[in-house]
């Protein structure tokens, strides 16, 4: 009878991970296809770099959600065989751990590239963030090899001694990401502020870069893990569903839909080249919103010439001082423009 419930609450939580997982990988297919439309065509560095990062992130989500719907299969076996441990459950805890660990890595390298670009290439937005992920991913990284043991030593061990490490380690990882994304979402948000304001854009477009660009997304991804974590620390042993559990599982996904929605935006932002299919952006220049146009009008009863001479003269004039106006207004604009190249 108590196989029968730890079954069933086995396959209860299994199912209940892959329905907000199903809904959520839904949502990152469709701002996925959107990204690679966005940059689909395109040449250079930039572009390049952003195909590379978008679908390597697609691959390692894509392995997490066959994990997890394979662990909802196997969960709903009711008499598994003897070397199911071994041959199912290990592996695809490994891999359901990896991918998270390997998605985060993508998505704070991210992040950091993207706080280092809009800090205007200082040394300290690019190395104090890199070292701090780097070092988290190494520490995570180590600890879900921790898994690999059960096939050199005894489930017992494993269960007893590594365990516990692989769940703190778990724990620190999180915690540190998520002070490290609040951190440099914060200062993000910040710099786009003043920015915006600086340049008087409106109120809509400052608010849907500032979501954006500080992948904003990520950081209420890590928050909703740490809360459930919390909940389920408090609910051990009440054998109630495990909350935590559930919010390492859809973690990852906040990670690809934050990368995408970046990918989003500075395919669209970036200055494509000449060859590439696509219109520019009103969003790549902020000279484009007031250009003036001039026009010539001609009396219909005037000389043989159309024209008068003073009025053509006087409308030159007029236009060279518009002119002027504009690239003053272009360079100031620039000025002021955020960064968009990830390079």
Same mark, same amino acid.
């Given at each position: 009878?108590?196989? +029968?419930d730890?079954?069933?609450? *086995?396959?209860?939580?299994n199912?209940?991970?892959l329905?907000c997982?199903?809904g959520l990988?839904?949502?990152?297919?469709?701002?996925?296809i959107?990204?690679?439309w966005?940059i689909?065509g395109?040449k250079?560095t930039?572009?390049r770099?952003?195909r590379v $990062?978008?679908?390597?992130? /697609?691959?390692v989500l894509?392995?997490?959600f066959?994990?997890?719907a394979l662990?909802?299969y196997r *969960?709903g076996?009711?008499?598994p065989p003897?070397?199911?441990?071994?041959?199912?459950?290990?592996?695809l805890?490994?891999?359901?751990?990896?991918?998270?660990? /390997? @998605?985060?890595?993508?998505? +704070?390298?991210?992040? *950091?590239?993207?706080?280092?670009?809009i800090?205007?290439r200082?040394k300290?937005?690019?190395y104090?963030?890199?070292i $701090?992920v780097?070092?988290?991913?190494? =520490?995570?990284? %180590? *600890?879900d090899a921790?898994?690999l043991? $059960?096939?050199?030593?005894t489930?017992?061990?494993?269960?007893?001694?590594?365990l516990?490490?692989?769940?703190?380690?778990?724990v620190?990882?999180?915690?540190i990401m998520f002070?490290?994304n609040?951190?440099?979402?914060?200062m993000?948000?910040?710099?786009?502020?003043?920015m915006?304001?600086?340049t008087?854009?409106? !109120?809509?477009? %400052?608010i849907?870069?500032a979501?954006?660009?500080s992948a904003m997304?990520?950081w209420?991804?890590l928050? =909703?893990?740490e809360?459930l974590?919390?909940? #389920?620390?408090r609910?051990r042993?009440?054998d109630?569903? +495990?909350l935590g559990?559930?919010g390492i #599982?859809? !973690?990852?996904? /906040?990670?690809?839909i934050s990368q995408?929605? $970046?990918?989003?935006r500075?395919? /669209?932002?970036?200055?494509p080249t000449?060859s @590439?299919?696509?219109?520019?952006s009103?969003?790549?220049s902020?000279?484009?919103?007031?250009r003036p146009?001039?026009t010539?009008t001609?009396?219909?009863?005037g #000389?043989?010439?159309?024209?008068?001479?003073r009025s053509r003269? @006087?409308?030159?004039r007029?236009?060279?001082?518009?002119g002027?106006?504009?690239?003053?207004f272009s360079?100031?604009?620039k000025?002021?423009e955020l960064?968009s190249s990830i390079l």
């Open positions: 009878m108590e196989s +029968d730890s079954h069933l609450q *086995a396959l209860e939580l199912a209940v991970v329905a997982l199903s990988f839904g949502v990152y297919i469709i701002l996925f959107l990204a690679l966005s689909f395109r250079g930039a572009h770099r952003l $990062i978008t679908v390597a992130m /697609f691959l894509l392995c997490h066959i994990s997890k662990q909802f *969960a076996q009711r008499n003897e070397d199911e441990r071994h041959r199912w459950t290990t592996p805890s490994l891999v359901s751990n990896m991918t998270t660990t /390997f @998605s985060g890595l993508i998505s +704070d390298g991210l992040l *950091a590239w993207r706080f280092y670009i800090y205007e200082k300290w937005a690019l104090v963030p890199l $701090i780097t070092l988290n991913t190494l =520490m995570c990284g %180590s *600890a921790f898994h043991a $059960i096939y050199f030593r489930t017992e061990y494993f269960e007893t001694a590594l516990p490490a692989v769940i703190l380690a778990g620190v990882w999180g915690w002070a490290l609040t951190v440099l979402t914060s993000i948000l910040l710099r786009i502020v003043y915006y304001k600086e008087g854009s409106e !109120l809509y477009a %400052s849907v870069h979501v954006v660009e997304v990520t209420f991804g928050l =909703m893990y809360v974590s919390l909940l #389920s620390l609910s042993g009440n109630e569903v +495990d559990y559930i #599982s859809l !973690l990852p996904v /906040f990670f690809g995408a929605m $970046i990918t989003v500075l395919g /669209f932002r970036l200055e000449s @590439s299919p696509f219109p520019t009103a969003l790549h902020h000279s484009l919103r007031f146009q001039t010539v001609t009396s219909a009863e #000389s043989t010439s159309g024209v008068d001479r003269s @006087s409308g030159k007029s236009a060279d001082e518009q002027e106006s504009v690239v003053r360079r100031t604009s000025s002021h960064p």
